[in-house]
């Protein structure tokens, strides 16, 4: 079965800072990637995902994840953040593109200070 | 643009009461999932749905059950709920064959 490792529960950082937000996940043939977020009191938003193709995704709105397929790893990069980032963060993995359940790591919470 | 829907958002019950959480998903959305989210945890798969037929299933307890209708809604029913039962319960639905699920804002479920 797939599973994800976050290795940070929380990341305090200052506004403007750069950020990573590690996951590691369980070696499969395939591998479909994806990080969420989760603004207090809401529900969880795509933030990006690998499916194939380029290791390198990026979202809207300034964040970006690399695929490492040697080290297992998918983690999140923003070289800056702002206050508005704070919110959860939620590496996740499926076993296929379409129509598979999600399997999603603990959680990283990162709190953005000024 | 639609979004799924979910309610009630938030529910209070007492032990060994029953619940019924309900879902709508995006228009032409076909796929229905739901996830439990205990405080301080990750969501965790329950059920899926994929055209009315249950495609897959995860951690759901025998007192739960789940359908979705013709309409393509989906109902969480939960029975002899306990205390361990409230979390925040998450409704996801995706198009057949793409690969984004999107989410809804949850149903808070408070066992007592």
């Known amino acids: 079965a797939q599973s994800v490792t976050q290795l940070d529960s929380q990341v305090p950082v200052f506004e403007e800072a750069p950020v990573e937000l590690r996951c590691n996940y369980s070696?499969?043939?395939?591998?479909?990637l994806f990080w969420y977020v989760q603004y207090p009191n809401q529900g969880l938003q795509l933030l990006l995902k690998?499916?194939?193709?380029?290791?390198l995704v990026e979202s809207i709105n300034g964040f970006e994840a690399e695929f490492n397929k040697s080290q297992t790893s998918f983690h999140l990069r923003k070289p800056s953040v702002h206050i508005s980032d704070t919110a959860e963060y939620f590496c996740?993995?499926?076993?296929?593109?379409?129509?598979?359940?999600?399997?999603f790591g603990a959680g990283t919470i990162l709190r953005v200070k000024s | 643009a639609a979004g799924v829907i979910q309610s009630p958002r938030h529910l209070i019950k007492e032990k060994r009461e029953t619940a019924t959480l309900k879902c709508y998903p995006i228009?032409?959305?076909?796929?229905v999932y739901w996830y439990q989210q205990g405080p301080g945890q990750d969501p965790q798969f329950l059920i899926s749905?994929?055209?009315?037929?249950?495609?897959d299933k995860g951690s759901i307890p025998d007192r739960f059950s789940a359908q979705q209708f013709s309409d393509y809604h989906s109902e969480l029913n939960m029975s002899s709920l306990e205390l361990g039962d409230s979390a925040l319960y998450f409704c996801?639905?995706?198009?057949?064959?793409?690969?984004?699920?999107?989410f809804g804002a949850g149903t808070r479920l408070s066992v007592l």
């Open positions: 996801a639905s995706s198009e057949g064959g793409t690969d984004i699920q999107y």
């Open positions: 070696s499969s043939v395939s591998v479909y």
């Open positions: 690998y499916l194939s193709g380029s290791t």
């Open positions: 996740a993995v499926s076993d296929g593109p379409c129509g598979n359940k999600l399997v």
């Open positions: 228009p032409r959305h076909d796929t």
């Open positions: 749905f994929y055209e009315k037929m249950q495609s």
